[in-house]
């Protein structure tokens, strides 16, 4: 008796100990959320300047909200690994000597991301997490601004990047059905260069800090 005993105890304890779920390796969660991007965008380093740029001149990119959707692997009751998929747009203007100036338009991102996330409590209870992987900004159809076609600029290019993300949110049941509500915040660290040419001929090539805090919020599904 004592034998059978001490196994159904010692099961007992674990399961009372936060975290110590059942198994639910293999499960997938497929999200829908609305996001916040809002990048940085200043300069970092001027590596070309052959028209001159004033002293104190900066730049920021303006903020974005679109609709994005996440699909995550468990590979274990608390390790999975997540990716995103969305595009997001943005311009670059101006700052300080050249504020207001317009010098990027129209700059669309693919920010494909990776991240293994870790998550606390237990499986189908409220569950906060945090990860961090590698990332891979795409940049697409950009153009000069307009003050830079005003300056002679007949082309802009942003090279693709690679980057880092941390990650931090929850996931919280709204039903026994597999629905939740989920909350998540990355931060990205890029470093881009951006150039601009005038028929052919690089003019201005600058790196700079992206960064952008990009946050959301939204349903999410178990399979």
């Keep these: 008796m004592k034998t059978k005993i001490i196994p159904l105890a010692a ?5 009372a100990i936060p975290g110590q779920a059942m198994a639910q390796a293999g499960e997938v969660h497929f999200k829908v959320l609305g996001t916040l991007v809002a990048p940085d965008g200043k300069i970092k380093d001027v590596k070309l300047d052959l028209i001159g740029l004033p ?18 692997y468990f590979f274990a009751d608390s390790v999975s690994v997540e990716t995103i998929a969305g595009v997001t747009q943005h311009d ?21 991301t990776v991240t293994l996330k870790y998550h606390f409590g237990k499986a189908g209870g409220i569950r906060p997490y945090i990860g961090a992987g590698p990332s891979y900004f795409i ?21 693709d990047t ?62």
Excluded: C
């Excluded at 099961?11 to 399961?15: F, G, P, R, S």
């Excluded at 670059?92 to 494909?112: E, F, H, Q, T």
């Excluded at 697409?140 to 942003?158: H, M, N, Y």
């Design 55 to 72: 002293a104190g001149t900066q730049t920021k990119a303006n903020d974005n909200f679109v609709p994005t959707v996440a699909i995550e």
């Design 92 to 112: 670059v203007d101006g700052r300080g000597a050249l504020a207001g100036a317009g010098l990027v338009s129209n700059a669309k991102i693919v920010p494909a």
């Design 11 to 15: 099961m007992a304890v674990a399961l």
């Design 162 to 223: 690679v980057g880092a993300a941390l990650q931090a949110g929850v996931d919280i049941p709204v039903n026994d059905k597999g629905m939740f509500v989920s909350v998540d915040a990355k931060r990205y660290f890029m470093r881009p260069l951006a150039s601009w040419r005038a028929n052919g001929v690089e003019v201005l090539r600058t790196r700079h800090q992206l960064d952008p805090w990009v946050v959301s919020a939204g349903i999410g599904f178990r399979f």
């Design 139 to 159: 940049f697409i159809d950009e153009k000069p601004g307009a003050t830079a076609r005003a300056l002679g600029a007949t082309s802009q290019k942003i090279n």
